[in-house]
């Protein structure tokens, strides 16, 4: 049995489930409900004297769980690249032989990234040495994943600045967006609805839609907009500034903070 010196520290390895040698040196020997009692008796009065334990303990937890996503995100980005830059459905905007690389993960019923089209579009218009690569990215309910459908199949007719063009009127359009209102906004346009209707139900527009959705995972992303930029997955809405600082950065070092 150990000694009485020693159950501090093993009461502070039973109370946050950390198993240590000497637990396992005494798995033999299990604890009777006395000295269980005892033990979890010096546990409550050891974090009731000394909370900061927890808190240093729940720290540490968390930079840990932040490094392991930001590591398995470099992986992924690595190992995506490719796909990530080259997809032959996705928008791209601005200038297609840029030297920086911008991508954004999006949702046409997305309200924070109907406020960053504007962002966009600034870096687009300030930055002529910008290529950004826009890709569906349904997450919002079936509406969603309608106009996606439609926005993918409209690839087949129009490339660059004019798929760009749609892009940003369905993206800026009033209310819902769906499949129906993405046609209006092809047909407005003047693209053949016909076609459009046709490929939209076609196998490669699925495919396209989800391999998005599984590059989306693999990168851990959770939610609409995401931006890509060099070796950084930018989250959300973050406004036109700190996007252009991180693009400066990778032109400058090839990493997204220098």
Same mark, same amino acid.
């Given at each position: 049995?150990?000694?009485? %010196?020693?159950?501090?520290?093993?009461? =502070? $390895?039973?109370?946050?489930?950390?198993?240590?040698?000497? &637990?396992?040196?005494?798995?033999?020997?299990?604890?009777?409900?006395?000295? %269980?009692?005892?033990?979890?008796?010096?546990?409550?009065?050891?974090?009731?004297?000394?909370?900061?334990?927890?808190?240093?303990?729940?720290?540490?937890?968390?930079?840990? !769980?932040?490094?392991?996503?930001? #590591?398995? !995100?470099? $992986?992924?980005?690595?190992?995506?690249?490719? #796909? #990530?830059?080259?997809?032959?459905?996705?928008?791209?905007?601005?200038?297609?032989?840029?030297?920086?690389? &911008?991508?954004? =993960? =999006?949702?046409?019923?997305?309200?924070?990234?109907?406020?960053?089209?504007?962002?966009? !579009?600034?870096?687009?218009?300030?930055?002529?040495? *910008?290529?950004?690569?826009?890709?569906?990215?349904?997450?919002?309910? @079936?509406? +969603?994943?309608?106009?996606?459908?439609?926005?993918?199949?409209?690839?087949? @007719?129009?490339?660059?600045?004019? *798929?760009?063009?749609?892009? @940003?009127? *369905?993206?800026? +359009?009033?209310?819902?967006?769906?499949?129906?209102?993405?046609?209006?906004?092809?047909?407005?346009?003047?693209?053949?609805?016909?076609?459009?209707?046709?490929?939209?139900?076609?196998?490669?527009?699925?495919?396209?839609?989800?391999?998005?959705?599984? #590059?989306?995972?693999?990168?851990? &992303?959770?939610?609409?907009?995401?931006?890509?930029?060099?070796?950084?997955?930018?989250?959300?809405?973050?406004?036109?500034?700190?996007?252009?600082?991180?693009?400066?950065?990778?032109? !400058?070092?090839?990493? $997204?903070?220098?």
């Amino acid at each position: 049995m150990p000694s009485f %010196r020693s159950l501090p520290v093993l009461a =502070f $390895a039973l109370g946050l489930g950390v198993a240590t040698p000497v &637990l396992a040196q005494n798995a033999a020997a299990p604890f009777t409900d006395a000295q %269980r009692s005892a033990i979890e008796g010096i546990i409550k009065d050891y974090l009731i004297k000394n909370p900061e334990v927890l808190q240093d303990a729940l720290a540490e937890a968390e930079k840990r !769980q932040v490094e392991t996503q930001r #590591l398995a !995100q470099a $992986a992924a980005l690595k190992e995506a690249r490719d #796909l #990530l830059t080259k997809g032959t459905h996705d928008v791209v905007a601005g200038n297609p032989a840029g030297d920086v690389t &911008l991508i954004e =993960f =999006f949702d046409y019923n997305c309200g924070y990234c109907r406020k960053a089209l504007s962002d966009v !579009q600034a870096l687009i218009k300030s930055d002529p040495k *910008l290529r950004v690569v826009i890709k569906d990215f349904p997450v919002l309910g @079936q509406d +969603s994943v309608e106009a996606s459908e439609v926005a993918v199949a409209v690839a087949n @007719q129009i490339k660059g600045d004019k *798929l760009f063009e749609f892009h @940003q009127k *369905l993206l800026e +359009s009033k209310g819902k967006v769906n499949g129906a209102k993405a046609l209006q906004v092809a047909k407005d346009m003047g693209l053949d609805t016909a076609k459009v209707q046709k490929d939209m139900t076609a196998p490669e527009v699925k495919a396209a839609i989800s391999e998005n959705r599984g #590059l989306g995972d693999r990168l851990g &992303l959770s939610g609409t907009p995401a931006f890509i930029v060099g070796d950084e997955v930018i989250p959300g809405a973050v406004g036109v500034e700190p996007m252009r600082k991180t693009i400066s950065d990778v032109r !400058q070092c090839g990493h $997204a903070s220098c």
